[in-house]
């Protein structure tokens, strides 16, 4: 077996592994964020179980620690509290980002993952087979509940040679983006092999692994090796460590070599993590923000790095410098040995440990500014600037560029620092609080910001509606609920959220939704990439959108859609897309039965009104997800089971 099937066959529940086809898993740890968090465990309260059945559920805070508003802070609040009560750890505001602390803390090879936040598979870099999921689904995994997915392909990454100085996991990860696109992962664990791999440290692996959302993968995995137990042992956790490995004669799906040999510093242009070009091809261009963190580049080792580049340094007049620390850790040990007052007297403004500028909180660049940033997705205005133009780079090209204040490749600053691995990390875990033993006695704190979540009803007869919205391929989360320093404080008020729904590709798609009463959104390939949020199917719920009828789906995108009783149908001919014009009406005749047979492959027949034709389409789903399609909703089929 290759490394994936071992770790999904330790896990199976049910169903059988052969790709494409559904199977479920049982999930030892799981993971949330506060932006996807409050709508995970108001999902978990409405199924009434008191305490989370998995071996480690954590609550972390990061991604809006700005706190403009009491909504941010009753956020936080809520989150504690009901953390407390059912059994959950509560990483405190300041902790880090969630996917570092988690490979620092928490996180065990060969253990199975789910997080509310699709850069979990980032501890695939200590063979995990870490997931990222929409909410419900990891509410569901806290109450002991299996996790349904595609079996996916597995990809064999064969990694031959070593990187050269100045080329980093960054560059790595930026060359199979360049290869393989942002729809070059769907339906595939990415599985690294081959002699290359123990040259690469753990941060180093869990860069690239983090980074395998911008595939659209379910998940990337290393092997579990020596590094791998010297990164536990370094984190006071040797215990945690099994070693783990793909049988020799194993076989894949697919199989693609990356020369780390060959591999130079990378740049992702705007605004797509494929749109990749060599730095030297465009070094020159001047920069006025350089970004360094995010749960892709933050760890310790980034940082000393950044930290060396800088000392007795000072950063170009013209940029400004942000670096925030992925985690107290990292911080903590940067404080102790002095590498954070290297950073500061270069003049770089320190943030505190969290996503930041990466969601767009805070930092946003002045109009038309170029910033290059050590982040994963540079989507259009998702720095909160709609005409920056954000260029995606490893820490050592940002810094170097930082200090010339033009894009630089980091060969030009001479020999490259040796920075290696501590043998102990700082270990103090005081801003992550356990649970209380007595759950039942804690009472959860709901702001005035808590509101309820909107619910689908069972499928009506004919499903009625009109094209609300026409857009291209490749729309991500981003576009369908954007998420910025205003909006992001509303992730547990939906029905405000909603005006804010699609509003990037038509600023009046609200209000066209509302005054029809709902309807049909139309789309192009690979609709919903990026982000795990939720409230990009909740909002489209709360306007009263119906079905979705796209070219594809990415995968966590349409999981959410279904476990929210909306109908992702995937066009049958590409070409009818070409046909339908704004507003036209359409009909799903007897729409119960035909979605009951969609999953003996029948297609699903759309009445394309104006025409007067009828538009082919597939629902791609399992017996399962027909049932929670018509009950309209992962809760309510809960509900009409238990
Ligand atoms: C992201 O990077 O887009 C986010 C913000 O972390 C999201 C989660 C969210 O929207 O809250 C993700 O990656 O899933
Ligand atoms: Fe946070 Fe950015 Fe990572 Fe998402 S990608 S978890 S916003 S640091």
Redesign the pocket.
């Known amino acids: 077996m290759n490394l994936t099937e071992k770790l999904i066959s330790s896990h199976l529940i049910s169903g059988n592994m052969i790709s494409g086809k559904e199977i479920a898993i049982k999930i030892d740890q799981t993971l949330t964020?506060d932006?996807?968090g409050t709508m995970a465990y108001l999902q978990f309260e409405a199924m009434g179980i008191p305490r989370v059945k998995t071996e480690r559920s954590v609550a972390y805070i990061d991604?809006n620690t700005l706190q403009t508003g009491f909504e941010n802070a009753d956020d936080h609040k809520y989150i504690q509290t009901v953390a407390n009560k059912h059994g959950i750890y509560f990483s405190k505001p300041g902790n880090g980002i969630c996917h570092q602390v988690h490979l620092e803390r928490f996180g065990k090879p060969g253990k199975t993952l789910l997080g509310?936040?699709?850069?979990t598979p980032t501890g695939g870099g200590i063979g995990m087979l870490a997931i990222?999921a929409g909410g419900l689904d990891v509410a569901v995994a806290m109450g002991g509940g299996a996790y349904y997915l595609a079996m996916p392909k597995v990809c064999r990454v064969n990694l031959v040679g070593s990187l050269q100085p100045w080329v980093t996991a960054k560059d790595v990860i930026l060359e199979v983006l360049r290869l393989l696109s942002v729809k070059g992962g769907i339906g595939k664990v990415m599985e690294y092999s081959g002699e290359g791999v123990k040259s690469l440290s753990v941060p180093q692996r869990a860069t690239i692994t983090n980074m395998g959302?911008e595939l659209g993968a379910t998940t990337s995995v290393f092997p579990s090796d020596e590094v791998t137990k010297a990164f536990l042992k370094a984190q006071g956790r040797e215990e945690d460590w099994i070693e783990l490995s793909a049988d020799a004669d194993a076989t894949y799906d697919e199989e693609i070599t990356v020369d780390l040999d060959k591999i130079v510093p990378l740049v992702a242009c705007p605004h797509s993590p494929d749109n990749i070009k060599r730095v030297k091809e465009i070094e020159g261009l001047s920069v006025d923000q350089v970004a360094i963190g995010s749960?892709t580049n933050s760890s310790y080792t980034d940082m000393m790095t950044v930290a060396a580049l800088l000392k007795g340094k000072t950063v170009d007049p013209n940029v400004s410098l942000v670096i925030a620390p992925g985690s107290k850790q990292v911080m903590n040990m940067l404080a102790a040995n002095g590498g954070l007052a290297d950073i500061i007297s270069a003049g770089a403004r320190i943030l505190e440990c969290g996503?930041g500028p990466?969601?767009g909180m805070g930092q946003a660049p002045a109009t038309n500014a170029v910033s290059l940033r050590t982040i994963?997705?540079n989507f259009e205005g998702?720095s909160g600037t709609k005409s920056a133009q954000v260029y995606i780079v490893s820490p050592e090209t940002a810094v170097a560029s930082a200090l010339s204040g033009k894009l630089t490749d980091p060969n030009s600053l001479g020999e490259a620092p040796l920075i290696s691995m501590p043998e102990h990390f700082l270990v103090n875990d005081n801003l992550i609080i356990p649970p209380s033993p007595e759950g039942e006695m804690v009472n959860v704190v709901r702001g005035p910001n808590i509101q309820p979540f909107p619910k689908n009803t069972k499928v009506p007869k004919d499903i009625r509606g009109g094209a609300l919205i026409k857009v291209d391929d490749n729309i991500t989360?981003?576009h369908i609920?954007p998420?910025n320093a205003k909006l992001?404080p509303y992730?547990s008020n939906v029905p405000f959220l909603a005006d804010y729904c699609l509003t990037p590709c038509d600023p009046k798609f609200p209000a066209r939704a509302k005054a029809a009463g709902g309807g049909f959104i139309v789309a192009g390939q690979n609709y919903g990439q990026?982000?795990?949020?939720e409230?990009a199917a909740l909002a489209p719920l709360q306007l009263g959108v119906k079905a979705v009828l796209a070219k594809s789906f990415a995968r966590?995108h349409m999981a959410n859609l279904i476990n929210n009783g909306i109908l992702p149908l995937v066009f049958a001919n590409e070409w009818d897309y070409d046909t339908i014009q704004l507003g036209d009406e359409f009909i799903i005749k007897y729409a119960a039965d035909q979605i009951k047979s969609a999953v003996d492959g029948q297609d699903v027949i759309v009445t394309h009104v104006r025409k007067g034709e009828e538009i082919a389409t597939r629902l791609n789903i399992s017996a399962r997800q027909r049932d929670i399609l018509l009950a309209g909703g992962l809760l309510n089929y809960t509900k009409e089971s238990n």
């Open positions: 964020q932006s996807t991604h509310s936040d699709s850069h990222g959302a749960c996503c990466c969601i994963n997705r998702r989360t981003d609920m998420s992001l992730r990026g982000s795990s949020r409230h966590i």
